[in-house]
């Protein structure tokens, strides 16, 4: 080794402390990394608490329970599901929405997740920002379904009615801001018909109120009306969704209707508070995509009027996005606010 001058090694030695706590840093720094992928790698290790922000025995809760076994088997861990209604679903948004982003607490909610957005001045969370999107679960259309003696025996009949009867014609929903509801308004303005809104408390009095003559028109979910649909108390005129439903294979969109660019798509997805590990997320997707391959799963999905969707967290993300640009727009555009 060649000669090092006194005075190098004098500063050399001084800087050696601090090069020590450098190295330790870096090594403190590697352990921690190391030691989080092990904690990611072994997730979960302990039951994952599933939000549903709706009460018992709803759509949301319903479909939730139908994955929730096999969601169960390919996670390995118990999935509890806590019903948190409320605030159009906002009290249990919430609670997700300020949980630690660990993968133990996730949301199981609905298209209203978009839609409260746009019809809300102000919820305790921002939609866009305090979630990540994990997947689809799945997806059912609004059916648009009239009395039996309704003379508007199809879509175009309708539209050819209220446009010869501005404001003669009504339509209920399950209650203001409800997909039924949007789905509603976005016909009368693709369509350029008036027709008056009236809201309900649920779809069972909606239901009973149309078939018994009192409201001619009902938007609401496949579920609410298919059995009346099926028995020949109800008349289904067309389904929102660009595809048709595997539940009434016969009955029309509203696109192939002759309505240009009309969808409402009420569907059911997972997310997560916003910093969850992509790992986490991941872990979930795979899942739910399994999940809902499964014959015995799409089949009880389809008896609820829905078929199981999956995909990526991306295209999920793409949805709400898009989502809730146009649910803003149609709000603004037809005067729909909550509050």
């Known amino acids: 080794m060649g000669w ?19 190295t330790l840093a870096a090594f403190t720094l590697f352990a921690a990394a190391a030691g989080s992928g092990d904690a990611l790698a072994a997730y979960p290790e302990k039951p994952i608490k599933v939000v549903v922000p709706y009460p018992p025995g709803g759509g949301t809760d319903v479909i939730a329970r139908i994955v929730q076994d096999r969601l169960r088997q390919e996670l390995g861990q118990p999935l509890v599901i806590e019903n948190r209604g409320g605030a159009a679903g ?8 300020k949980a630690d982003p660990d993968g133990y607490t996730v949301l199981f909610t609905l298209n209203s997740h978009t839609i409260n957005p746009a019809i809300y001045s102000k919820l305790p969370f921002d939609t866009a920002k305090d979630f990540e999107p994990v997947a689809t679960v799945a997806s059912l259309p609004q059916i648009l379904v009239a009395h039996p003696d309704f003379p508007a025996k199809t879509v175009k009949e309708l539209i050819e009615l209220a446009k010869a009867k501005p404001d003669a014609i009504s339509y209920a929903s399950v209650g203001n801001g409800s997909p039924g509801h949007l789905a509603g308004e976005l016909f009368k303005l693709r369509t350029g018909t008036k027709m008056t809104h009236i809201p309900y408390r649920g779809g069972g009095p909606a239901v009973i109120d149309v078939m018994g003559g009192q409201v001619p028109l009902l938007w609401v979910s496949i579920p609410a009306a298919a059995n009346y649909v099926k028995q020949g108390k109800l008349r289904a005129l067309a389904v929102s969704t660009l595809k048709r439903s595997k539940a009434f294979p016969d009955v029309p969109t509203v696109v192939e209707a002759g309505v240009a ?17 992509k ?13 809902v391959r499964e014959p015995d799963i799409q089949e009880k999905l389809l008896q609820q009027g829905s078929e199981g969707v999956g995909g990526t967290p991306d295209q999920l993300g793409k949805q709400v996005a898009t989502e809730l640009v146009k649910w803003k727009k149609l709000a603004n555009d037809a005067s729909i606010k909550v509050d």
């Open 4 to 22: 090092l001058p006194m005075q190098w090694f004098r500063r050399s030695s001084r800087s050696l402390p601090s090069l020590a706590a450098a």
């Open 90 to 97: 906002s009290i249990g948004t919430e609670l997700v929405a």
């Open 261 to 277: 660019d009309f969808e409402v798509d009420s569907w059911y997805a997972v997310f997560v508070p916003r910093g969850t590990p």
């Open 279 to 291: 790992e986490i997320i991941q872990r979930w997707n795979g899942a739910i995509n399994v999940a």
